[in-house]
């Protein structure tokens, strides 16, 4: 299994303003995923980050309002830009176990509330 | 575009009752996931069944695969206030799709 560092855990921020959520794994991974979970709803990716190379977009969701890093193979962040109240959610960061797409693991979320 | 319907969206049972939830799709999924979720944690992975037909038991937790691998199915007997949470199917696909499909979920509340 991996374990999945995410920071921070919450945050409540200005419209307007720039938030960035880091997740770091214990073991090396090739890719990473970032989702979002509206208030009671499921999940929706947002990109996929490979290291060296630069994110896979998901319908629905930009490179200038999601930048997304992945400096090395234990490492990503995703910035949430310019803000506003339909932002709000958690924000959650996935690697895949071993057997690629019969599990994957979560780290605990990010719950982003814009005022 | 393949879509997970989940079903019920919520459900509140006494302490004892026994349960099913159930993931539906017009797709077929090469596997399909079941997580749990607690507030203010991620998905946890419960169970992955690849096999059509397949059943695996979890403890009071029972998981169904369909037979033609597009539904499946969660049976809680005699559910505990432990069990309160968000339950998540996830299909993947197959092939070199490595994306998951997530269904909306089931929030499930367990009364004492």
């Known amino acids: 299994s991996a374990v999945i560092s995410q920071k921070p855990s919450r945050d409540i921020c200005q419209r307007g303003t720039s938030l960035t959520i880091q997740c770091q794994v214990d073991?090396?991974?090739?890719?990473m995923f970032w989702y979002r979970q509206q208030p009671g709803q499921s999940l929706t990716l947002i990109a996929t980050a490979n290291q060296g190379s630069e994110a896979t977009y998901e319908s629905g969701f930009v490179i200038d309002k999601f930048p997304i890093s992945r400096p090395n193979l234990t490492f990503s962040t995703l910035t949430v830009s310019n803000m506003s109240p339909e932002d709000s959610s958690i924000y959650l960061c996935s690697v895949d176990g071993p057997f690629r797409g019969t599990e994957a693991f979560f780290g605990q979320g990010t719950r982003l509330t814009v005022v | 575009t393949q879509l997970l319907e989940q079903s019920p969206q919520f459900l509140s049972i006494q302490e004892g009752e026994n349960l099913t939830v159930y993931c539906n799709s017009s797709s077929v999924f090469s596997s399909l996931q079941w997580y749990r979720q607690e507030p203010g944690e991620g998905p946890v992975l419960l169970v992955t069944v690849v096999t059509g037909g397949e059943v695996k038991k979890l403890k009071r937790l029972t998981f169904q695969f369909g037979d033609a691998r597009k539904d499946s199915s969660l049976h809680i007997t005699a559910a505990q206030p432990g069990d309160t949470g968000l339950y998540l199917c996830a299909g993947k696909s197959g092939g070199s799709n490595y994306k998951l499909t997530f269904g909306k979920g089931t929030l499930l509340t367990v009364n004492p």
């Open positions: 073991s090396q991974v090739t890719m």
